[in-house]
């Protein structure tokens, strides 16, 4: 549509029109940017200057130059005016081009828009239908929620129109007034419901929308629609899938696809939840889904919203089959874009029916090895999702052997997988060991380091399996001696097990005796650590493992000397140390070697799986929970709940959260602690039995102890756990009962002048606190503590620094203790006074974690504890 004409004028307004057409090409033929620029200030400059001598005749063409300036990425903000004349003109021309303009140059945010609700109005009342068309067009697009409140009443009228254009527009026009003013909703219900009986297709597609739209909107249209609309969707699509051939609404020889999906989404919604109004489609449904051709693009796309619509709402148990077979028959489809989508949808699925989705288990394998890496990925992730404890070693066992020929880039994550589902569902060790050797052959280069850890113990753990383990290990070695973390799990091994590898003991029905010498086994841990001279880690695995071979092999320590001695001038400080010491060991240290060098004791597996999960725990989102597994069993951990602390300081007596689930540990060795950099102390174990070390670097989780064992007034436990002992999962529920520690949120309030109990705060071996409360009439949130520190130790304790932490609820004010020096056996207390405000008064109890830090003899000691046993009414 070229809207400029030739203009028979003279003057400056002949010289200053250029017609449209001739301006962009102007626009197009500059070469460079600055040419552009020049172009379109000389033509912003000529639309200005009509604006400002008032032209009328030319406005409308001046404002579809301007547009076109405004796709360009030109500011327009001037021309936004000329919008509202031109719609307020009579002409159609012109109130064309001003609504195409005041759709493009203005947002719903502009403050100038309010201007043009009056012309809105009027153009909705007028008697040409183009023109309401434009009105609704336009507040359908740039509608803000004061307009929707005032125009509503019309467009709801125009729902009525004979014109069954107008009718479509005013639907889509609705769906933005409910949008924008979710409490219009009920004005359009029955509006919605009486456009289901048009027999025009775009008026229908448009009656659905808004019937979603308003599903969306409110729960009591929701209920409105299942109630008055369900029949006439079901008469809807039995009328599209029954029809005769209509080129009108004909795609790929489908009738009109459109309409198919809308009323499928629609029949989701209605459905989701309600087992009558699924039971009244479950018919037409399954109608769909085996009429519908597939071998078109619009006949899966309608296939595909069946299938979704089937696994959205209450169906029946063949019906969710059907739809499942359905997407079995999209993975054998040569799309990718079509497999892709099933094996999107059959993770959805896999949830609501298992079994169904286990026939298509062959299928989904083939996809693991597609060439497409994304059917790939998505494919594994499905087959991850498969594994149960019947069928996972046919499945790892086609993982596996996939993984021998796969791509480097998908080895990574193929290996992950494998590890994980040979972890998760093992329940004979012997299948574990030799699901992980040969991963461990394939692509030991990819397996993480926590996997071969976790191997290392469970072979420390399974003495009959060790020398079956060292002999498979060897030949894998010869075998693949380029797999980084084969390598490593090989020589520690040999190692440990050497002699059974040498002298075939422990051998098992199914394997062959192999002859290695000593020798031979020398030979390869000397071929590893030439093979890695740059990983610092396995040289030094290399290095221990020739030290205790020469303690099994005595023939060999010459040898063995020799190659430790090599490493001597390692420019490597661990290394050479390592060097150095180990030579003095084998040269000087004979009486001692046999019983230093020793085979490790047994690892406590329980132990390390619970360290390991925790340490996943530092790594994923507080909302995923970290799981450690045995090889023969399941060992599932709680979420993690440390979250790093936007301003460590400002956080560190003011909790980010009231509801926080929190628990307290012994006292213990952090030596990376933040919160001990910043106070500049070195801070040791006072505990007598010594508790686990602390490594998190996070002051609001090591200040509140969160993940560690709970310890109630200051008394330590031990978080062992003894081998053999199940580890049950551990729940933990983010509410302010775990803050509390169980005390209930709702405390009755005593008189206000009834007296408070002298509590026991805190009591280890060398320290004990004790609290005694005082209120003050009137002020019955306000409590004030004094905290009486006795030193139960022989030694006295110096720069003694007291430390509490409370809730967002609670304001705490610390006053300074009476002292810094806490003399020794009880001779004398230190005292010091908290102002504590409970604002919540009445409904929550006082919680407070406390940190206590000093020095015994130079050397730096931390106690810390919660305090749950404050009296009632607090």
């Given amino acids: 549509m070229d ?86 003109a009579a002409g159609f021309p012109e109130k064309r081009i001003g609504y195409l303009g005041l759709m493009l140059l203005l947002d719903e945010r502009q403050e100038v828009l309010m201007l043009v609700t009056n012309s809105l109005k009027q153009d909705l009342n007028h008697s040409n239908q183009f023109i309401v068309g434009l009105a609704l067009c336009a507040l359908g697009n740039i509608c803000s929620a004061e307009m929707a409140r005032d125009l509503a009443p019309e467009v709801e009228r ?186 999107n949808m059959l993770m959805k699925a896999i949830s609501v029916d298992t079994q169904a989705v286990q026939r298509h288990r062959a299928t989904i394998l083939e996809c693991v090895k597609d ?74 280069n990819f397996v993480k380091d926590d996997v071969w850890h976790a191997l290392i113990v469970l072979m420390s753990n399974a003495s009959e399996l060790q020398g079956y383990s060292v002999r498979s290990l060897y030949k894998a070695l010869l075998a693949c001696g380029e797999q980084e973390c084969l390598v490593r799990v090989a020589i520690w091994c040999i190692g440990e097990y050497g002699e059974m590898l040498v002298n075939n003991i422990s051998m098992l029905d199914i394997e062959e005796p192999i002859t290695v010498t000593e020798s031979d086994a020398v030979d390869a841990v000397e071929v590893a650590l030439k093979r890695y001279s740059a990983d610092v880690t396995t040289r030094a695995m290399c290095l221990v493992s020739l030290l205790k071979l020469s303690s099994r092999f005595p023939p060999t320590s010459e040898r063995i000397k020799e190659i430790v001695a090599q490493n001597k001038g390692n420019t490597v400080l661990e290394l050479q140390q390592r060097s150095i010491e180990f030579s003095s060991i084998i040269q000087r240290h004979q009486s001692i070697k046999s019983s230093l060098l020793e085979r490790m004791p047994v690892l406590d597996e329980a132990n390390y799986l ?16 970290a799981s450690g597994v045995t090889p023969g069993g399941q060992l599932k951990l709680p979420n993690g709940v440390a979250k790093p602390p936007a301003a460590p300081l400002a956080d560190l007596l003011d909790l980010s959260s009231d509801d926080t689930p929190v628990t307290t540990s012994a006292p213990t060795t952090a030596p990376n602690d933040f919160l001990q950099d910043l106070l500049g102390i070195g801070l040791t174990d006072s505990s007598p039995a010594g508790g686990a070390p602390s490594t998190s670097t996070d002051i609001l989780m090591d200040l509140l102890s969160i993940g560690s064992t709970p310890v109630q007034n200051g008394t330590p436990t031990s978080s062992f756990i003894p081998p053999g002992i199940e580890t049950k999962p551990v729940s933990v529920v983010p509410q302010a009962v775990d803050l509390l520690d169980g005390l209930s949120s709702s405390t009755s309030l005593p008189d206000e002048n009834a007296s408070y109990p002298t509590i026991t705060a805190f009591q280890s071996a060398t320290l004990r606190i004790t609290f005694s409360f005082k209120k003050q009439s009137g002020k019955p949130q306000e409590t004030t503590i004094n905290a009486t520190f006795t030193n139960l130790a022989t030694t006295t304790f110096t720069d003694f620094v007291f430390q509490a932490a409370v809730p967002k609820f609670i304001q705490l004010r610390l006053d300074p203790a009476s002292s810094s020096t806490l003399p020794a056996s009880g001779n004398g207390v230190v005292t010091q006074n908290l102002s504590v405000t409970n604002n919540q008064h009445g409904q929550k109890p006082l919680a407070m974690r406390i940190r206590v830090s000093y020095k015994v003899n130079g050397e730096d000691r931390l106690e810390q504890g919660q305090i749950s046993n404050f009296p009632a009414g607090l």
């Avoid at 912003?44 to 796709?71: P, T």
């Avoid at 972890?423 to 060991?433: M, T």
């Fill in 371 to 444: 060439a497409d890496v994304s059917i790939r990925k998505r494919a594994l992730e499905l087959v991850y999702l498969l594994v149960n404890d019947t069928n996972v070693k046919p499945l790892t066992k086609e993982l596996v052997d996939y993984l021998e020929v796969s791509d480097q880039d998908f080895k990574e994550d193929l290996t992950a997988k494998i590890c994980s589902i040979v972890e998760k569902f093992s329940q004979d060790k012997l299948w574990y060991l030799d699901q992980m050797f040969r991963v461990l052959s394939l692509a030991g």
């Fill in 158 to 343: 125009l729902l009525q129109n004979r014109d069954p254009n107008t009718k479509k527009k005013a639907a889509l026009c609705s769906i933005r007034i409910v949008r924008k003013v979710p409490d219009l909703a009920e004005n359009f219900m029955g509006a919605a419901v009486s456009l289901m009986k048009e027999k025009h297709h775009g008026v229908l597609i448009s009656a659905v929308q808004l019937c979603t739209e308003l599903c969306k909107a409110s729960t009591e249209a929701l209920e409105y629609l299942r109630k008055n609309c369900l029949e006439g969707l079901v008469r809807i699509l039995r009328d599209v899938s029954n029809s005769s051939y209509a080129p009108e609404y004909d795609v790929a020889g489908i009738t009109d696809p459109f309409l198919h999906i809308r009323v499928l989404k629609l029949m989701r919604t209605l459905g989701q939840g309600d087992a009558d109004c699924s039971e009244y489609i479950n018919d037409i449904l399954a109608q769909v889904a085996t009429k519908t051709e597939s071998n078109k693009n619009a006949g899966n796309a309608i296939l595909y919203e069946c299938v979704e619509t089937i696994m959205g709402i209450e169906a029946t148990s063949g019906l969710r089959v059907l739809a499942i077979n359905i997407l079995g028959r999209f993975l054998s489809n040569r799309d990718n874009n079509i497999r892709y989508v099933a094996l």
């Fill in 610 to 625: 619970v360290k390991r999960a925790a340490s996943m725990q530092a790594t994923v989102s507080p909302v995923k929970s």
């Fill in 3 to 88: 809207l400029a004409i030739n203009p028979f004028s003279s003057g400056t307004r002949l010289r200053a029109f250029v017609y449209r057409r001739d301006m962009i090409r102007s626009i197009r033929a500059c070469k460079t940017a600055a040419e552009e620029r020049a172009v379109v200030r000389r033509e912003c400059a000529a639309i200005r200057a009509a604006i400002s001598e008032g032209d009328q005749d030319y406005r409308h063409r001046n404002m579809a130059k301007l547009m076109f300036i405004h796709m360009l990425g030109y500011p327009t903000h001037f021309g936004q005016m000329e919008c509202l004349k031109l719609i307020a």
